[in-house]
């Protein structure tokens, strides 16, 4: 889903907007997104050469998202001769869209000979000569601006100052070689301010591509902007294609992960853990995910380190 929101929608998109009048139109712009979706979905159509649907052999919710992502790519280019170059995008997209619970709120529209639209530049839709205004006449005073509704604070503002700043230690990570962070980490967090968690995916048995599973890390850490200030940790992809988990640690502000994890919609997708920092094995656990230099150990399974992302 990320790799539909973060790849396909973005380069598709400033592909039809131009010729649809909805963005400032420039052919080589036109041309490049041209490119850069059909590397994007080459990645998709390699990966459905060999799966019926996304995730494994069943349609998922992965499939409504990415083929509703996808439809102006039909809509609009994707003639016969691509289809028959792309069959198993093409299978996988009429697929998907003839299920009930697709085509029951999707726009309806039929497949192309060839495409709609082509890099030429929109034509300019003359508008009508305005008649001229009459004379104005005298305004009534305007009336005071509204003022602006304050927004609303985060939950995390009605705890007491801390005594420690969360932003020293992200210093002290990007600055010092990792083993000598964590080492003062350890002997200078206060965990009567702070907690540390323990973050693991709830589908991991769905996970494909580890670098899709690696977007959906990134998805998260863009959601988690509003509590920057509360929060730090990393999350990694563990394994390879198609036998892979996700899973990080994170020290956050307080003794409950809720309010800093809930600004994200999707944080409902990982399970939380809270760990012991007195328990040597909590800390090692904690440090694995922070150094990223040997593999994690899951269900009596080991999964080496594939990629990770750093949220401070």
């Known amino acids: 889903m990320s790799f539909f929101n973060s790849e396909v929608l973005p380069k598709l998109g400033a592909w039809f907007s131009p010729l ?3 963005a ?14 059909a ?14 649907f996304l ?22 280019f994707f003639g ?10 093409s299978r996988w997209f009429e697929t998907v869209s003839n299920q009930p619970i697709y085509s029951a709120v999707a726009t309806k529209f039929s497949l192309l000979d060839a495409p709609k639209l082509t890099n030429v530049a929109p034509k300019k839709v003359e508008q009508p000569k305005k008649e001229a205004a009459p004379k104005p006449v005298a305004a009534a005073p305007a009336a005071a601006p509204a003022e602006e509704a304050p927004r609303p604070k985060h939950p995390l503002e009605a705890l007491p100052r801390a005594s420690f700043p969360l932003d020293e230690w992200k210093r002290q990570y990007s600055n010092k070689e990792t083993p000598d962070a964590l080492k003062w980490f350890w002997e200078n ?6 907690s540390i968690w323990k973050a693991v995916y709830r589908y991991n048995d769905e996970l494909t591509m580890t670098f899709m599973s690696s977007n959906l890390i990134g998805g998260l850490n863009a959601r988690l902007e509003a509590s920057r200030k509360y929060l730090f940790g990393c999350a990694s992809v563990y394994g390879t294609a198609n036998d892979s988990i996700i899973e990080g640690a994170f020290v956050i502000r ?21 760990l012991d920092p007195t328990k040597p094995e909590d800390r090692e656990l ?17 999964y080496p380190h594939a990629s990770g992302k750093v949220f401070k």
Do not use: C, M
């Open 286 to 302: 904690v440090e694995l995910h922070w150094s990223w230099d040997r593999p994690l150990v899951a269900n009596g399974k080991e």
């Open 189 to 194: 967090v206060p965990f009567t301010e702070y």
């Open 254 to 274: 307080g003794d409950d992960f809720e309010p800093v994890f809930d600004v994200a919609p999707d944080y409902e997708s990982y399970e939380f853990i809270k």
């Open 80 to 89: 016969k001769q691509w289809r028959q170059q792309n069959p198993n995008t």
């Open 24 to 37: 400032p139109y420039n052919k080589k712009a036109v041309d490049d997104a041209e490119k850069a979706t």
């Open 39 to 52: 590397q994007v979905v080459s990645v998709i159509e390699a990966h459905l050469r060999d799966n019926t």
């Open 20 to 22: 649809l009048d909805k």
């Open 55 to 76: 995730v494994g052999e069943r349609i998922t919710l992965a499939d409504i998202f990415g083929a509703g992502l996808i439809s102006r790519g039909f809509e609009y």
